[in-house]
């Protein structure tokens, strides 16, 4: 079993919708939460950063952390064609010589 | 780009050949990392660089060894590529930490025939 989990999709939304994605995690140790967004043949790009449990808002985005659930969610709002990518989340543990565990990402399309 | 330069970026390598990929970074950043990016699998972590001279194994390791004698270079080295080693790479960066987010490269995409 991998050590997060995530809807590959695709994800098919029209314009101007609420997108909702989500990761599972089975690490209880994990305490740093990130999404990335990661256009066709382009590097991972970040775009949100959360530290343990809570919320955090950017823009049209936020993200969600519940420890308890082991469940992470990233919310866009107002989606727009070019958010169209595929997201990935990441987190890591706060102890030792660690970096950052992936999950397998999601595809979003937004329809124009 | 947070100051990252992969080379090459696309590569094309017969079976058997040894390879290396470089990862240059601007910003004289201590930790360096080496994912590979496969469909189905996300970003697996392949080596990690803590500092000159300082690496460790992720979780695909096998395969694969890196230096590091620079701050601004990490290289990763394919010793004998396999057609299992075809993927795209990317190295990355952590700007404040080991277990802070990481920035990313362009990636290398390589293909082992």
């Known amino acids: 079993q991998k050590e997060v989990e995530q809807d590959p999709g695709p994800l098919s939304v029209p314009e101007g919708a609420i997108v909702s994605l989500n990761c599972t995690y089975s690490?209880?140790?994990?305490?740093?939460f990130m999404w990335y967004r990661q256009y066709s043949r382009k590097g991972p790009e970040l775009l949100m950063y959360t530290y343990s449990s809570g919320n955090k808002e950017d823009g049209r985005f936020t993200a969600q952390v519940d420890k308890s659930s082991k469940y992470i969610s990233l919310f866009i709002r107002d989606s727009q064609p070019s958010d169209s990518a595929t997201y990935l989340c990441?987190?890591?543990?706060?102890?030792?010589?660690?970096?950052?565990?992936f999950g397998s990402g999601t595809r979003l399309q937004v329809q124009p | 780009d947070a100051g990252i330069t992969q080379s090459p970026r696309h590569k094309v390598t017969e079976t058997g050949t040894p390879v290396t990929l470089r990862c240059h970074q601007t910003?004289?950043?201590?930790?360096m990392y080496w994912y590979r990016q496969d469909p189905g699998h996300g970003l697996r972590l392949i080596h990690y660089s803590y500092g000159v001279k300082d690496t460790d194994k992720g979780e695909v390791s096998d395969g694969y060894s890196v230096s590091r004698s620079k701050t601004e270079d990490f290289l990763l080295t394919l010793e004998s590529a396999t057609s299992s080693q075809t993927s795209v790479y990317f190295c990355?960066?952590?700007?404040?930490?080991?277990?802070?987010?990481?920035?990313f490269g362009q990636g290398t995409r390589l293909t082992v025939v």
């Open positions: 910003e004289n950043h201590r930790y």
């Open positions: 690490n209880s140790a994990f305490q740093y």
């Open positions: 990355a960066i952590s700007t404040t930490g080991p277990n802070t987010e990481a920035f």
């Open positions: 990441a987190m890591s543990a706060d102890t030792g010589r660690r970096a950052l565990t």
